[in-house]
């Protein structure tokens, strides 16, 4: 299987047919180094933002 999960993204469009489709995907800013994330919440618990951030 060749899928790759990319979260905080939106899909644009899906193109093409089964087998043999193209996605255009738009990603949104990040504020983390998505290669050195291991999930533990650590940036959560220490970033000074305190409002709720929306989609």
Do not use: H, W
Not at 10 to 35: C, H, T, W, Y
């Amino acid at each position: 299987m060749n899928i790759e999960l990319i979260t905080y993204s939106d899909l644009e469009s899906v193109e093409g047919s089964p087998g043999n489709f193209k996605v255009k995907i738009k990603k949104r800013a990040r504020s983390i180094i998505m290669d050195l994330c291991t999930g533990c919440g650590a940036c959560v618990e220490n970033c000074p933002v305190t409002q709720q951030v929306t989609a």
